[in-house]
Nanobody, 124 residues
């Protein structure tokens, strides 16, 4: 089993930055890929970014490419999402998730464990 806990969300003005963290416990962290997703009110959960087990391969949604950076520190059992140049449309609950079988999928159904989420609100 894997337990995931997100932190770092909050209220920020448009153009600002936030760094989300995801602390993992349970199964060896360096053995699985990680992803970040988000869900805005009334919308489906959507892919944001993913990183493979070693951190050598990353993928991003087009909407965040060039503004967000996913990273991981296997020694600290943690994954991160650095969010720069934030926009009001980035407002959502952000979730980290563990992909135990793949390299960091775009699809929610391929993730095995999820955190409880952290709210990010970007004001205009």
């Amino acid at each position: 089993q894997v337990q995931l806990v997100e932190s770092g969300g909050g209220l920020v003005q448009a153009g600002g930055s936030l760094r989300l963290s995801c602390a993992a416990s349970g199964r060896t962290f360096s053995s699985y890929a990680m992803g970040w997703f988000r869900q805005a009110p009334g919308k489906e959960r959507e892919f944001v970014a993913a990183i493979n087990w070693r951190g050598g391969s990353t993928n991003y949604a087009d909407s965040v490419k060039g503004r967000f950076t996913i990273s991981r520190d296997n020694a600290k059992n943690s994954a991160y999402l650095q969010m720069n140049s934030l926009k009001p449309e980035d407002t959502a609950v952000y979730y980290c998730a563990a992909d135990l079988r793949g390299g960091g999928s775009f699809y929610t159904y391929e993730y095995d464990y999820w955190g409880q989420g952290t709210q990010v609100t970007v004001s205009s």
